[in-house]
């Protein structure tokens, strides 16, 4: 028997450490060169990794749910052809060694990922079952997961349908998801149902197991206070993307000086030419939306202000100006905020942008968002009108001078034509890093995304 072992590889640049958030194999299965074995979730998007050998799983080294820095072994396959035997049981816990992968369903309820500025997903999703790769001598509760998507769906009937949010939830109360009834539809556990089969668990053991040592009713009493739901705090672990997050955030707030600058003004006539653009049989199947021309008017704003569009480098003692636009649109996600971005933007006309951010509306929903998307962005839009926030001072992107947060749109008393009408109106903030935009050139950028919007002809004229 010859054992290979694959380490945990740094999946973006210069990461250092991942979490096990699934494993799709247990050991005794059969993988080959290529297949998935587990999903990992990094300082900036959730990964699958692929084994790069044929084997036999011999041992999962790390459970779901570990941290494991980069070049830390994390599984051992058997490559010499022939399985032990008796295989060993494995070293992680009982979750690890499931003996199939879980169905999982989007419900209706709980947080869904939010593109800001699109808002949540209308309708939800069900994942495709994974296959077996070919030759695979497991059981069939054992079926490895096809590479699709990342998640795997139940491959026996007897496994109960529960998002993994719910999942981790009933592990947390000690809940066992076979004997919870669902409520939720296509017979979905919801996080209600969990809650509602976890309160039986806090109250006092009956009379006819008092015989049993007391060592067997510890569960009971570590599960009570979170089940009976009289805690005063919960204490959630930084890590993944929340933590990358907020260490670049602060590193952003303290190292570039901030200026932010706002325009309020009436943006009826985009309105209007969202509805027209939606008419024309043109642009059939594509989304357009308010954002889709606010991200045209930033890129016609920036081809009229190219300094707006650039990074400073404090090594070299200069200031980087990008002749490219990677448009950057953040993102709400469980996992975190995170800001995919348009590559070579300048370059797309409206329907091809249409589509770039319908692609990135999707992944971002689907958590299936790379590494290598979220790098090299230069400049970024951050809708927290979506919310209904008229307006924010949004944080710079780390490595780059400027970002726009666009307010709600609403219905407002506007001067217009020299009587007060109801008009569509919006408030833009734009900030930027005062190192190498000065006001002038930061007033004259924010000034002309307005003058687009406010006059969407001069898309034709100014582009």
């Not at 295989?87 to 169905?103: G, L, Q, W, Y």
């Not at 049993?212 to 930084?238: F, H, K, M, S």
């Not at 217009?416 to 569509?424: D, S, T």
Request: glycine content about 8%; overall charge neutral.
């Amino acid at each position: 028997m010859t054992i290979r072992e694959f380490k945990m590889p740094d999946v973006g640049e210069g990461l250092t450490e991942a979490e096990i958030l699934k494993w799709y194999v247990q050991p005794g299965d059969t993988v080959t060169d290529g297949q998935v074995v587990c999903e990992v979730e990094t300082a900036k998007a959730a990964v699958e990794l692929p084994i790069p050998f044929d084997g036999t799983v011999h041992e999962l080294v790390f459970p779901e749910g570990t941290t494991v820095d980069v070049g830390q072994v994390i599984i051992s396959v058997n490559v010499g052809g022939d399985a032990p035997a008796a295989a060993p049981a494995p070293a992680a816990p009982a979750p690890v060694a499931a003996p199939a992968p879980e169905a999982e369903a989007e419900e209706p309820q709980g947080r869904q990922p939010v593109l800001v500025g699109y808002g949540v997903a209308a309708t939800s999703t069900r994942r495709r079952a994974r296959k077996a790769p070919a030759g695979s001598a497991a059981a069939p509760a054992a079926v490895v997961p096809e590479q699709l998507n990342g998640h795997g769906s139940a491959t026996a009937a007897a496994k109960p349908l529960a998002k993994p949010p719910v999942r981790k939830l009933a592990k947390d109360l000690g809940v066992d998801l076979a004997a919870v009834v669902p409520t939720g539809p296509d017979g979905i556990i919801t996080r209600e149902d969990v809650h509602r089969a976890a309160a039986p668990v806090a109250e006092p053991a009956p009379a006819v197991t008092a015989p049993a040592p007391a060592p067997v009713q510890a569960p009971v009493a570590v599960t009570a206070p979170v089940a009976a739901g009289d805690a005063r705090e919960t204490r959630v672990p930084i890590k993944g993307v929340r933590k990358a997050t907020a260490a670049a955030m602060v590193g952003s707030a303290f190292t570039a000086p901030h200026v932010t600058e706002f325009v309020t003004f009436d943006i009826t006539r985009t309105m209007k030419l969202v509805e027209e653009l939606k008419a024309d049989k043109d642009l059939a199947g594509l989304r357009i939306n308010p954002l889709l021309l606010i991200a045209k008017a930033v890129l016609v704003a920036v081809r009229r202000n190219p300094e707006i569009n650039a990074a400073w480098d404090e090594a070299a003692q200069e200031i980087v100006l990008k002749h490219y636009v990677n448009l950057g649109i953040a993102a709400a996600t469980p996992r975190g905020l995170i800001v995919p971005n348009i590559k070579d933007a300048h370059a797309q006309t409206l329907p091809e942008l249409s589509r770039s951010l319908s692609e990135l509306v999707a992944t971002a929903r689907e958590g299936k968002t790379t590494p290598a998307a979220m790098q090299g962005g230069t400049f970024t839009i951050t809708n927290v009108g979506v919310f209904g926030v008229d307006t924010g001072t949004p944080i710079l992107n780390p490595g780059e001078s400027a970002i726009l947060a666009v307010g709600a749109i609403k219905l407002q008393p506007w001067v217009h034509k020299g009587k007060v009408k109801p008009r569509q109106v919006t408030t833009l903030a734009l900030s930027f890093d005062h190192r190498l935009v000065d006001g002038e050139l930061g007033s004259k950028f924010l000034a002309d995304v307005a003058a687009v919007l406010e006059q969407p002809k001069r898309l034709m004229t100014w582009a």
